[in-house]
């Protein structure tokens, strides 16, 4: 499997287009496997179950329209992005297990960090619980999303991926509804006091990725075309 790093900014329809490319080749024999680093200029994406109300900023980013599952997210600067290009039909033809892992992966690149991410059911991505926080209105923890996931797959083969908050200007996610959901914030690994770089990520990510995606077996089979936010 390659791992591929690329400094400074992407344009996102350079990397779609790359994705598309591998994806086809990985599908075909002709490639390895890719995971992909990169940081996109600001944007904000809509993936298939985007609603245009959701969108209340149009004109501050260029927005783009994804073949990824959710709705709409922002990429910028100080946020990991990271594409996955995996042969998922080798690694057992069972989707929702792929994407249980790549939740597993993020919570676990970041406990590197001695930070909890969880997952919370009805609510995509990764949280973390905010005590420095006053309550919420129902007298609960507050939440704040710190990774993104959206995910397709095209002959078994996946792409899009994840995302990580490391340092982006969070105020960039004011012109969206992220992911559809109003009643939590999003925070960085350095909003939570973290002197935390991309590099550092970067090596928690390739630490971790073995030990949640290795051995797994074929268990159960679910349509290749699903499109999981």
């Not at 680093?37 to 809509?46: K, Q, R, V």
């Not at 298939?48 to 004109?59: I, N, Q, V, Y």
């Amino acid at each position: 499997m390659e791992w591929k790093t690329t400094d400074g900014l992407t344009d996102y329809q350079e990397a779609t287009a790359f994705m598309e490319a591998r994806v086809a080749a990985i599908a075909s024999g002709d490639a390895d496997e890719c995971i992909w680093l990169l940081e996109h200029p600001p944007l904000y994406t809509a993936g298939t179950s985007a609603k245009r109300e959701d969108l209340t900023d149009p004109d501050r980013f260029p927005v783009y329209e994804s073949k990824r599952g959710g709705q709409y997210t922002y990429h910028g600067p100080g946020q990991r992005v990271v594409y996955v290009m995996l042969n998922v039909g080798k690694r057992g033809h069972d989707v929702r297990r792929f994407v249980q892992q790549l939740e597993e992966w993020v919570i676990a690149a970041l406990a590197e960090f001695n930070v909890t991410g969880e997952i919370r059911e009805g609510r995509v991505g990764v949280w973390v619980q905010r005590n420095d926080k006053p309550l919420t209105a129902t007298g609960q923890t507050a939440e704040d999303k710190i990774a993104a996931i959206g995910v397709r797959l095209r002959k078994w083969v996946s792409f899009h991926g994840i995302s990580i908050n490391v340092e982006p200007d969070l105020s960039h996610f004011t012109g969206i509804v992220p992911c559809g959901i109003q009643d939590h914030g999003v925070t960085s690994l350095v909003d939570l006091g973290l002197p935390v770089t991309m590099a550092d990520v970067d090596v928690a990510l390739k630490k971790t990725f073995e030990d949640v995606f290795a051995g797994h077996a074929e268990v159960s089979r679910t349509d290749p075309a699903i499109r999981i936010g």
